[in-house]
């Protein structure tokens, strides 16, 4: 069965470095996107992108984090100048084209920040 | 702008009892609810989908249902066991092709 996979399942930086967190997708699915889940909070919705472009993006979303599909398999977060406060869960999803389609998501990755 | 509420957020019943989680949510523009598992500390297992034309969807011990024009769901688990211990949750995909979560029903089983 198809899956989302994401790399690596648990990341640990110091404050203030830059980190990326990949996925890739499964493979015929059109729609992409990031989700957060701070510890023992609900899952926050980041980032939609569609059609290589970012289709939907929520407040969380600023200037320090930013999504690329570098090579057509890839769906990168990049998370800047990270902060005690990036610490979560990050969960990447894809789905495939309409409304009907299932979201799949990949197992996680835990950020810690340091 | 939507919102998902659960409750119970939190339930604990013996082992073998039949059980009903319910989730609501506020605008009924909705394309598909989504019911999820998720075991502490780790990722989203996908348990059943129903599209909002749909009524009900079931796997194996697990029937969820959908009142659309009600905004109500409920995920009930037949003869529960220890193994199903986890936190339930479900999220709606809105009309922006977003999915809404709610934050979640705590379930312990006891053996």
């Known amino acids: 069965e198809p899956e989302v996979t994401q790399t690596p399942s648990h990341q640990v930086t110091q404050m203030g470095q830059e980190v990326i967190l990949r996925c890739v997708p499964i493979?015929?699915?059109?729609?992409f996107y990031w989700y957060r889940q701070i510890l023992g909070q609900k899952v926050e919705f980041l980032v939609s992108f569609y059609n290589n472009e970012i289709s939907e993006k929520s407040e969380i979303f600023d200037d320090q984090f930013s999504v690329e599909r570098p090579d057509g398999s890839n769906f990168t977060l990049k998370i800047r100048s990270t902060k005690l406060e990036d610490s979560a869960m990050y969960f990447c999803a894809s789905r495939g084209l309409g409304g009907v389609a299932e979201a799949f998501f990949g197992q996680g990755t835990r950020l810690t920040v340091v | 702008k939507q919102e998902v509420t659960q409750i119970p957020a939190a339930l604990s019943v013996p082992e073998g009892e039949n059980l009903v989680l319910n989730c609501s949510f506020t605008d009924s523009a909705i394309y598909n609810l989504q019911w999820f598992r998720q075991d502490p500390g780790k990722g989203l297992t996908s348990l059943l989908l129903i599209q909002s034309s749909q009524r009900e969807q079931t796997s194996g011990r697990l029937n969820a249902s959908l009142d659309k024009s009600s905004g109500r769901s409920t995920l009930y688990i037949a003869a529960s066991q220890p193994g199903d211990s986890a936190t339930y949750l479900c999220a709606v995909l809105d009309s922006n092709y977003q999915l809404i979560w709610g934050a979640g029903t705590k379930l312990i089983i006891k053996p």
């Open positions: 493979s015929n699915h059109l729609y």
